[in-house]
């Protein structure tokens, strides 16, 4: 009689135990790849007569996952598990195969044994996994002892993925005098190890280089600021190197690191301040009204808008006179003339400017008044005016025949500058072509020069210059 038997696949396991040690090689039990408690239907019979018995047996725990190293650097295949069934008794009537993702390629089991090994290297971050099907089948006819299993061998984790910054180097910027804590930017590295497995993605963030400047959070990597009333105007770039370290930051854990360049922005922490108290000009009295007459200039050690400066003049002696405005391009106060200048009549004008910033921050008006004062003298400088004639004309009479050489009048100018140079006279002798008249250069008196003759010329009109041209008639 001819018995046939359905083959049942088991583990190497105890039914009830819970965990598997990590020393004892792992097996797999092929057609029960359902979790504990379930029913499996199992054909287990004999043929008597021809006719088949069957009977329902209850499963037991089944595990039907592997697991195996990455980069694995060993000279043999890396054994990966086993591959059983209770139908095996050992003399090679049992055939073990394999398919599914790198089946023959990847993974290579031992027809007889059911041993499985990998033939290479595997790399976890490439693929984390890969599902197979097993089957035992019999050695002699090749027909299945039972329908196929599927199981997966899972690519354990190993910590060969250094944390890298994707978005590095950083840049960024915050404000001046910031209090301790202020909030910079937030830097994030990333791991590709496995996070669910063991501390390899965990990453920790610290400090390189920036110190005693920043901090950051090891945790979330936020970068703050670690020192109070750092100062644009001493320094205003800084280069903080950071680093990413998993295995939770401790020793052995690799590490990649980034460059986070920041910047202080300037706030108004600085008044304008002249270089000097005492600013000394001096104006030619002919300068004209609206004229720019001088410049001064209170530096601000800020920019932007917080170095603009306003100018004021304070109210008294040159108020009335003068005004002042600011350059927009290199922030200079312009003084502009207001009135004539008159250097008989005022020799000097000295009055006070305020530079003042046009926007202020409240959070430093503590630190004292954001102004600077400063003197302005301006001496007018005496410009050489012609004389001026005391009339614009002058009207003589003469008889005809009056002899010559016989005064008829006189012209007088005078010098109003403060020298009162002498002044000279002359005849534009294109008004007296024909030599009629004469006049002393330096008295203004004039005579004739010969007989007039009423009949001929009734009246003559000349012109006297004196030694600035300005002419008049007569």
């Known amino acids: 009689m001819l018995t046939r038997n359905c083959l049942l696949l088991f583990l190497w396991i105890l039914v009830n135990e819970v965990s598997v040690s990590s020393l004892r090689p792992p097996s797999l039990t092929l057609g029960q790849s359902r979790t504990r408690g379930e029913h499996a239907r199992s054909l287990v019979g004999s043929m008597k007569n021809g006719a088949a018995g069957f009977q329902r047996v209850k499963r037991g725990w089944v595990w039907n996952q592997f697991f195996v190293l990455e980069e694995y650097m060993g000279s043999d295949p890396q054994y990966v598990g086993k591959l059983h069934t209770d139908l095996d008794k050992g003399d090679n009537a049992v055939k073990y195969t394999l398919s599914g993702d790198g089946a023959g390629s990847i993974f290579t089991i031992d027809q007889t044994t059911g041993d499985i090994h990998a033939l290479r290297s595997l790399d976890r971050e490439e693929k984390p996994y890969y599902t197979l099907r097993a089957q035992a089948v019999d050695i002699n006819t090749n027909r299945p002892l039972e329908p196929e299993s599927e199981f997966v061998i899972k690519v354990q984790d190993i910590n060969d993925n250094e944390p890298k910054f994707l978005e590095g180097p950083y840049m960024a910027s915050v404000p001046e005098m910031s209090p301790v804590g202020t909030y910079v930017t937030q830097v994030t590295a990333t791991d590709a190890d496995d996070p669910t497995y063991g501390n390899s993605a965990r990453v920790v963030y610290s400090i390189l280089h920036g110190q005693p400047y920043f901090s950051v959070d090891p945790k979330t990597g936020v970068i703050k600021t670690a020192l109070p009333n750092m100062d ?72 932007g808008k917080n170095a603009e400066v306003e100018y004021t003049i304070v109210p008294g002696d040159g108020g009335a006179m003068f005004d002042i405005t600011t350059n927009e391009h290199n922030q200079e106060g312009i003084i502009i003339l207001k009135r004539p200048l008159d250097y008989e009549t005022k020799k000097a004008y000295t009055f006070k400017v305020d530079a003042s910033n046009a926007y202020l921050d409240p959070r430093f008006q503590s630190f004292g008044a954001f102004k600077d004062t400063a003197t302005v003298k301006i001496n007018v400088l005496d410009v050489d005016e012609p004389p001026v004639f005391n009339k614009h004309s002058y009207v003589m009479d003469v008889y005809e025949d009056t002899p010559a050489g016989t005064i008829i009048g006189a012209v007088t100018a005078q010098d109003l500058d403060a020298s009162s140079s002498p002044v000279r006279y002359s005849i534009d002798w294109k008004s007296d072509l024909d030599s009629y008249f004469d006049i002393d250069p330096v008295e203004g008196t004039i005579s004739t020069n010969e007989l007039l003759d009423r009949e001929s010329i009734a009246q003559h009109n000349i012109s006297i210059v004196h030694t600035h041209l300005n002419c008049f008639h007569f």
Do not use: C, W
């Open 232 to 303: 644009r105007e001493v320094k205003e770039q800084y280069q903080v190197l950071i680093q990413a370290k998993d295995m939770g930051g401790q020793l052995g854990g690799l590490a990649g690191t980034t460059t986070v360049n920041i910047t202080l922005s300037d706030v108004n922490d600085n008044p304008p301040r002249f270089s000097k108290s005492f600013f000394h000009l001096r104006v030619p009295e002919s300068s004209a009204v609206g004229s720019a007459v001088g410049r001064i200039k209170a530096h601000d050690l800020d920019i």
